[in-house]
């Protein structure tokens, strides 16, 4: 469970593992985006990743969700070394073990919400019948199943985003990570995406949730501050996705420094 | 990623942006349509002119003297230097069927009883076999010597009655003098029965060179027009040609300088003709031999005039056809060279547009591969979209070419032929353009970085 020595015995567990992970960009200088860092993202957990711009976050959020390779150190997303893989292998993995939800939804704009959720199942080569019906049943559970033939444009913000989440949780990925999901929409919409996610974290989903927003992070099950590359601490928080009984306050018991 | 939902994709996009998409399609369209339409013009044109040449007309090898350096179609450069006497030694050949000259007469008007019709050009003295007796309706060939003609359908339909076969009729020469030829025969087309003629259809008269030829060379006082040589020494004799009757023209010299008419033997042809006994290519080309060995020996009057600036030229129909056809594959292939260029110019415009297309769609393309799309599902992507907005440019285009060619067939009388290879060929180019130009932008589209491309405002 801990960021440091999840062996093979524990791959069934865990998600995603990060080992001593750093990466350093070249930009005239080097810059270490990320410097070291170790997690373990258990199968079925909640998590919320917290830091000020350039602290990390989206160095971390790519190397999650397979879009990147680390300088050194493994990341390993559902059993497979990130690093090794060929860039083709990469993106297949990508495709069906990690959903993405982003803060500006990112749907395809010329395609109704029931294709948009579908698109992922298309890349994997699945019959446009069964993609159909999946995609279907999907955007019910997130309360669209009146919105299939919409295009994003004529859906609310609310409602993107809900699409985006139903398309990310199409391939029944091993982890669904979210950047700053409810970043653009109103006060009740998030709480309503929000639930959702907590609803869908009930049914099993393994959820990874970057934000700045403490209340946002608040709703996870543990809290990971990164400050400058590196893991400040880790929050851990009572139950997930209840707002009602809010956390104890950041510097409170159940916080644990990591290195 | 599927094929066929690569291009359901593909044509999405496009239809997202009708506008453009059409704007883009119109070069190839345009490119296209002109090849086209140019080749089945072309095609007709040659098939219109191909289909004429009747199998008889086939032994007959058509000859004129120009300077070998000339270029053009039959009679071109041509000088009048074959006499009478040398086609009468021709025609005495083993190789050669028949021999005659070949001159328009220069006529203002036909008159059939009180009816005048004028009739500028079209009138044409030859050899009684030149009217093929398989070409003619009804009648018979006119005779050497005597005051006949052959009509053609249209110029006998130009009087008000119908003129047939043993009417009388008068031909008023150039000089306003006239002369009076029996119809014995009518043919049945309209068309040209060789190639000195041109194949179009027009009314058109035939008579015998001798009398109406000899006249007319009498009533100029010349015995060859624009000849290389002075005016003949030759005078006198027309009275001694023994089948004329009447010599309107030797009463009516207009000239001082013009003091006599011609001996028919000496009047010199612009153009001859020689049949072979068969069309049997060895038979055309002994017969054809025959003649121009004759021709350039000492013996001939011909040979008095030619040397390295004159050349006898004789040529078939079939020869005389190719050059013509080489005429047209030349500014066929000329035409089709300019339409390419317009090719060229949209599948320009197609990879523009597809570029601009893969930057303005980068944050697609990011989430696209953000949710598994391999490079190739994307370059598939692009690629499809580019190969639809050729194809769709071709297949329009090839319709609109078939249109277009079809009424041009149809405006200038043609018989229409399709060349279904170009069709094929069309829509090759149309697959070819869309590849060619799709290639680069859609690669650019497949290597988009995903972090970068999600990032892209």
């Not at chain 1, 998600?15 to 080097?30: F, H, I, M, N, W």
């Not at chain 2, 591969?369 to 907005?389: M, S, T, W, Y």
Request: net charge negative; hydrophobic share 40%.
């Amino acid at each position: 469970m801990t960021g440091s020595g999840a062996g093979t015995e524990a791959d069934e567990a865990t998600a995603v593992s990060l080992e001593d992970v750093r990466k350093t960009y070249q930009l005239g200088e080097p810059v270490h985006a990320l410097d070291g860092v170790d997690l373990s993202i258990p199968r079925g957990s909640y998590t919320a990743i917290m830091g000020p711009s350039g602290s990390g976050k989206s160095t971390l959020m790519n190397l999650v969700g397979c879009l990147d390779t680390p300088t050194e150190g493994t990341v390993v997303v559902d059993g497979a070394d990130v690093a090794a893989l060929t860039d083709r292998e990469r993106t297949a993995l990508r495709g069906t073990t990690v959903g993405f939800v982003f803060q500006t939804f990112n749907l395809m704009p010329r395609l109704t919400a029931l294709e948009n959720v579908a698109l992922p199942q298309l890349f994997q080569g699945v019959d446009r019948g069964e993609r159909r019906e999946r995609a279907r049943d999907l955007l019910e559970r997130v309360g669209l199943g009146d919105r299939t033939d919409h295009l994003p444009k004529e859906l609310s913000g609310g409602q993107r985003q809900r699409v985006a989440l139903a398309r990310a949780l199409v391939n029944d990925p091993a982890i669904v990570l979210a950047d700053e999901p409810s970043g653009n929409l109103d006060t009740e919409t998030e709480a309503e995406v929000l639930d959702l996610f907590g609803e869908f974290h009930d049914a099993g989903t393994t959820l990874v949730v970057v934000t700045h927003e403490r209340h946002v992070a608040e709703r996870a099950e543990r809290i990971v501050h990164l400050l400058d590359g590196r893991i400040e601490r880790i929050e851990e928080l009572g139950s997930a996705g209840d707002p009602g009984e809010p956390a104890e306050p950041a510097d409170g018991g159940r916080e644990r420094e990591d290195r | 990623m599927k094929p066929l939902e690569s291009l359901r994709l593909s044509w999405r996009s496009i239809r997202g942006h009708k506008l453009r998409s059409a704007l883009t399609t119109l070069g190839i369209v345009i490119g296209i349509a002109a090849v086209i339409a140019f080749v089945t013009l072309g095609a007709s044109l040659q098939a219109g002119i191909v289909g004429d040449i009747s199998p008889d007309d086939q032994r007959n090898v058509y000859g004129w003297a120009a300077d070998p350096d000339t270029e053009g179609g039959p009679l071109a450069g041509a000088q009048p230097v074959v006499s009478g006497d040398d086609l009468e030694t021709i025609e005495d050949f083993e190789a050669v069927d028949a021999a005659y000259g070949y001159a328009p007469i220069q006529s203002q008007a036909i008159s059939n009883g009180d009816e005048r019709v004028a009739q500028g050009d079209g009138v044409i003295a030859t050899g009684p076999s030149y009217v093929r007796e398989d070409s003619l309706r009804e009648g018979r060939q006119f005779e050497q010597g005597e005051r006949e003609a052959v009509l053609n359908p249209a110029a006998a339909g130009r009087f008000e009655d119908n003129v047939s076969v043993g009417d009388e009729i008068a031909i008023t020469t150039l000089g306003g003098q006239s002369t009076t030829a029996e119809v014995v025969g009518i043919t049945d087309s309209n068309e040209g029965l060789s190639p000195f003629e041109g194949f179009e259809s027009s009314p058109r008269l035939y008579v015998p060179t001798d009398p109406y030829y000899l006249e007319q060379a009498d009533a100029a006082g010349l015995d060859g027009g624009e000849g290389p040589i002075g005016p003949s020494e030759g005078a006198d004799g027309v009275a001694a040609n023994g089948s004329e009757e009447t010599n309107e023209a030797a009463g009516s010299e207009r000239t001082g300088e013009t003091n006599a008419g011609t001996d028919g033997s000496d009047v010199r042809f612009l153009a001859v003709v020689v049949e072979a006994p068969s069309a049997d290519s060895t038979d055309v080309d002994a017969a054809r031999e025959a003649a121009v060995d004759y021709l350039e020996s000492d013996d001939s009057d011909a040979s008095e005039f030619l040397g390295d600036e004159l050349a006898m030229t004789f040529q078939t129909s079939a020869e005389l056809l190719q050059q013509l056809e080489d005429v047209l594959e030349l500014l066929q292939s000329f035409i089709v060279g300019i339409a390419a260029i317009s090719l060229l110019v949209g599948s320009i415009g197609i990879a523009n547009i597809m570029l601009v297309s893969v930057t303005e769609r980068t944050r697609e393309i990011g989430i696209m591969k953000a949710v598994g799309a391999q490079n190739r599902d994307v370059l598939g992507l692009f690629l499809a979209e580019a190969v639809i907005l050729g194809m769709v440019g071709a297949i329009l285009g090839t319709a609109l070419g078939l249109v277009a060619g079809y009424l041009g067939a149809w405006y200038v009388d043609l018989p229409l032929v399709y060349p279904y290879e170009y069709v094929a060929l069309a829509v090759a180019v149309g697959l070819l353009v869309g590849i060619l130009s799709g290639l680069y932008p859609a690669w650019r589209a497949a290597r988009t970085d995903p972090i970068d491309a999600l990032r892209y405002e």
